[in-house]
């Protein structure tokens, strides 16, 4: 159990077009999702956190304008780019979080964005 | 304000046992320590957690001193897809997780 999805799996779209990543908890209601951001040979750093049919909480620093994150239902929460530029190119990885299971997180197998 | 310390990086020979360091001096009483690991270009994957006792599943043993200020994660017999980067985070049980840099560790045959 406790299985989390994210499509696409690598996505290359053009500067200033915007591009949608999905992830989704197959086998769980996940109360609380997360979303993060790594860049190459980097560590992963939290970009927001959004409770189902709650406003995301961004990080210092996280445009919230520019990451829109939608979290519809206890299965599936969204993220779109909004108009991205190259230096948005990184590995976005979510994560999710259920009562069910303590609390605990589980984290799906990241989206590759490449900007051109 | 990292809460972990961990070696940038690593080396461990197929078979033995890998075992790997974590300092988190600061740990609070009801904070948990947990290992994650990420293999390139995946995921982090969920390896062991635990409070103040030692613990130990299929995949690693986690063993936490009296004072709970550091912990070891021992992966017994390393094989060459451990090879990975390694990530002690502390928490609180509703707390989002943090990563900080990790430790790599290579396996080498």
């Known amino acids: 159990g406790a299985v989390v999805s994210q499509h696409p799996s690598w996505v290359i779209c053009k500067s200033g077009t915007s591009v949608k990543i999905e992830c989704r908890s197959l086998d769980f209601q996940a109360t609380t999702m997360f979303w993060y951001r790594q860049f190459p040979k980097q560590s992963l750093m939290l970009m927001a956190t959004?409770?189902?049919?709650?406003?995301?909480?961004?990080e210092q620093g996280v445009e919230k304008d520019k990451f829109l994150i939608n979290h519809a239902s206890l299965t599936l929460s969204t993220l779109t780019v909004t108009s991205a530029h190259p230096e948005d190119s990184s590995f976005y990885i979510c994560?999710?979080?259920?009562?069910?299971?303590?609390?605990?997180?589980?984290f799906g197998p990241g989206t590759r964005l490449t900007v051109t | 304000d990292a809460k972990t310390t961990q070696p940038t990086s690593m080396d461990c020979a197929e078979g033995r046992a890998a075992n790997l360091p974590c300092n988190h001096s600061?740990?609070?009483?009801?904070?948990?320590v947990y290992w994650y690991r990420q293999i390139h270009s995946q995921g982090p994957q969920y390896i062991i957690h635990?409070?103040?006792n030692n613990e130990t599943n299929e995949m690693a043993s986690l063993i936490i001193t009296e004072d709970r200020k550091s912990s070891t994660l021992i992966l017994p017999h390393a094989t060459l897809r451990d090879t990975a980067v390694y990530y002690c985070i502390v928490r609180e049980e509703n707390n989002d997780m943090r990563f900080g840099a990790g430790t790599r560790l290579t396996v080498k045959p």
């Open positions: 600061t740990i609070s009483g009801n904070e948990y």
């Open positions: 994560s999710a979080r259920a009562l069910a299971y303590s609390y605990e997180q589980y």
């Open positions: 635990g409070l103040k």
């Open positions: 959004s409770n189902e049919g709650s406003k995301a909480t961004y």
